[in-house]
């Protein structure tokens, strides 16, 4: 390399690289100290008057908060459909390129970093952190809910078609999210782990903003990812607690009423406090384990109760269907499919990527020791392929229970959340594996809830990790008595509203993913740059 | 009496433990014994260090001036955790093992990380139950 550069000395260029990511700020420095805690000012204390606020209209007026926020989001996805979709492709690409271009060496947390935790344990976590609950909920009810045209299909292309079926699902859960998940991921892991960024969203554009990013333009970021966490966390748990809560009716005979919904929340809020108090080795990591495994058996069952040939054969239509569909799908132009395009792909887009700053940052946090392309692969294709077998188990099995005239599926979907516990009334256990499959559900809210204290935790303490433990228990609990109060005194409209309201920050963070992209390749330019230059210099 | 001691230290905090270090120096003239200190490093980058390798050789550099210093014989050793605040207890035991300590002196809390626990239970209180070796807590 030296040579390449003429008489440059190898040395003095990896010292003006250095100097770029040279910075005075200090981990910490703007937080304030009070009463035992560590919180950075202001992103703390808007978000918690924003928080309080937010929370307050929706209980007085959740109606009309409700009605407003769903126009907002109906709006957004309206106006914006071209530049999610668009921008969902840009990821996907991006993602790939990571994993082929020579910056796939660059290893998180420099040359000789270890990976912090197992394979197995890793992947655990992604998943658990990713979308495990959605995978519950929606591996039946979604292919199930196209073959029946239960509410649009994909590209009008009209029911009974088990390939656009089970290929739209898959687009809608396979490469896209986990290339919105990458890029924050990658992204936040990189700048803190090899640049010794505070670990907090804002750092992921130190080479396009430079110190500025600790000024107001960082405040606005961290605190809208705070607030798009939180709600994003609280009405997920509020709204699964009345799922998980009319699944127990339909196994049970419980009374799936406030009391049980109420219960449910401060359950999953007190195993969550438990999680936190052991760590994240102790807790998310145990929790992640037991889910995989759970979710593991619950797969094999379903795959041989259904019938193995049949299993393999939607494996088939699944893969087809996908690689059918994919670009047909990508494509935002002249599309005339509104109620599919704009009711679940535009809204799965904001979804995931109002969701990406919690999930990204808890991958970040994990993923130190693996290079870009191990950690490419492992949040890009791995997921991508368990997606394929557990959509063709579950949505497989559903679409031939249909076929077959079999159950209540056979009759279109009645209630979303209760899709998977009718496939599985007819196969043969079945209280055993609906009382599972509400275990795995409720384990997915606990880790959701203790890996989300974590993320929201970090971001307002400045990015530092190791503040006092009352405050990751704080958001713990805050995020349980947001979703109680909300679920008691305003009821699912209340509910409605903030997720809708948490869901649109899904617009400011397309912007803020695209703008990831540039600054994540400028940095790790620079780090190959150093690598290159770092051995020219040694050797 | 005691052949090496322990001492738990914060590089983001040192000015508030200045006893403790004082009195872990004055025992280690006195015993002849040598001076470890021991440090959990977060892998996340926080104000003492970018990274656990840059935080270990900043308390090596520690260690030895405080060795030139007072005379003494010293060391450190840095144990890399993935959540420090809850860690914290164990990896200092491990430390207290690896380094083969028999007296460990620490700071009540230790600063910067566990004196503001205070709200859910002092990090020394819970070292100082599952220690093997005698443990010396400075308020």
């Not at chain 1, 993602?95 to 394979?119: H, K, Q, W």
């Not at chain 1, 952190?129 to 009209?158: C, H, K, N, Q, R």
């Not at chain 1, 005339?336 to 995931?352: L, N, P």
């Not at chain 1, 997921?383 to 079999?406: K, R």
Request: with cysteine.
């Amino acid at each position: 390399m030296s040579e390449q550069e003429g008489n440059q000395d190898p040395q003095l260029l990896v010292k003006e690289l250095e100097e770029v990511y040279e910075t005075d700020y200090e981990i910490g420095q703007d937080n304030v100290n009070a009463f035992g805690l560590d919180l950075h000012n202001p992103v703390f204390f808007i978000s918690a008057l924003l928080i309080i606020v937010l929370v307050v209209t929706a209980l007085l007026f959740p109606e009309a908060a409700d009605k407003q926020l769903t126009a907002t989001r109906v709006a957004i996805g309206d106006w914006f459909d071209w530049l999610f979709l668009s921008a969902g492709n840009i990821f996907v690409l991006f993602c790939l390129a990571l994993i082929i271009l020579p910056v796939g060496r660059i290893r998180i947390g420099g040359e000789d970093a270890t990976p912090d935790f197992s394979l197995m344990s890793w992947l655990a976590m992604l998943f658990a952190a990713g979308m495990g609950i959605g995978l519950m909920f929606w591996a039946v009810a979604e292919p199930v809910g196209y073959f029946t045209e239960w509410s649009g299909t994909p590209l009008d292309a009209g029911g009974g078609d088990a390939a656009s079926a089970l290929g739209a699902t898959m687009y809608h859960w396979g490469l896209h999210p986990w290339a919105i998940y990458g890029v924050v991921a990658l992204s936040l892991a990189f700048f803190a782990y090899n640049k010794g960024l505070p670990l907090t969203i804002r750092s992921t554009f130190y080479p396009l903003f430079g110190d500025r990013v600790f000024g107001w333009l960082g405040h606005v970021i961290d605190i809208l990812a705070v607030l798009a966490t939180l709600f994003g966390l609280a009405t997920s748990l509020g709204l699964g607690a009345t799922q998980a809560a009319s699944g127990l009716n339909f196994l049970f005979g419980i009374d799936p009423g406030l009391t049980t919904q109420v219960a449910i929340i401060i359950g999953v809020t007190a195993v969550a406090l438990v999680s936190v108090m052991r760590g994240i080795h102790g807790g998310v990591r145990v929790l992640s384990n037991i889910n995989i495994t759970l979710a593991f058996v619950l797969l094999l069952f379903v795959m041989f109760a259904g019938g193995l040939i049949a299993f393999f054969s939607s494996v088939g239509t699944t893969l087809g269907g996908y690689l059918q569909y994919i670009l047909p799908l990508s494509n935002p132009v002249g599309r005339e499919d509104e109620t599919f395009y704009h009711g679940w792909t535009i809204f799965f887009w904001a979804w995931w990527i109002s969701w990406s700053p919690f999930v990204g940052m808890f991958i970040a946090r994990v993923s130190r020791g693996r290079t870009v392309r191990q950690f490419m692969t492992a949040v890009l294709i791995v997921p991508t392929v368990v997606t394929v077998v557990w959509m063709s188990a579950f949505g497989g099995n559903g679409i031939n229970q249909v076929i077959d005239g079999v159950g209540e599926l056979a009759g279109g979907i009645s209630d979303s959340s209760l899709a998977l516990f009718q496939m599985l009334q007819n196969l043969p256990f079945t209280n055993v594996t609906s009382f599972l499959a509400i275990v795995l559900v409720l384990v997915f809210f606990i880790t959701s809830s203790d890996s989300g204290s974590l993320v929201i935790d970090s971001i307002t303490s400045g990015g530092k990790t190791n503040a006092p433990k009352s405050q990751r228990l704080f958001w713990v609990v805050i995020e349980g008595v947001i979703a109680g109060v909300l679920l008691a005194v305003g009821g699912e409209a209340a509910l409605d509203a903030l997720q809708a309201g948490a869901v649109s920050a899904g617009l400011p963070f397309v912007i803020v993913l695209l703008l990831m992209c540039v600054s994540l390749t400028k940095g790790l330019h620079h780090e190959l740059q150093l690598i290159r230059y770092g051995s020219a210099e040694s050797s | 009496m005691f052949k090496k001691i322990m001492v738990p230290v914060d590089l983001e905090h040192l000015e508030k433990m200045e006893r403790t270090r004082q009195l872990a120096v004055e025992l280690a003239r006195q015993y002849g014994a040598a001076v470890c200190y021991a440090t959990v490093a977060g892998r996340v980058p926080n104000r003492a260090a970018s990274s656990p390798e840059v935080l270990a050789e900043k308390l090596d550099s520690f260690a030895s001036e405080e060795g030139q210093r007072h005379g003494i014989q010293t060391e450190a050793i840095v144990k890399p955790s993935t959540d420090v605040i809850i860690e914290l207890d164990r990896k200092l035991l491990e430390a207290c093992s690896e380094c083969g300590a028999d007296l460990v002196v620490m700071a009540s809390h230790i600063p910067g990380v566990a004196d503001r626990l205070h709200l859910i239970s002092s990090n020394a209180a819970d070292f100082v139950r599952k220690s093997k070796v005698s443990v010396l807590v400075v308020r």
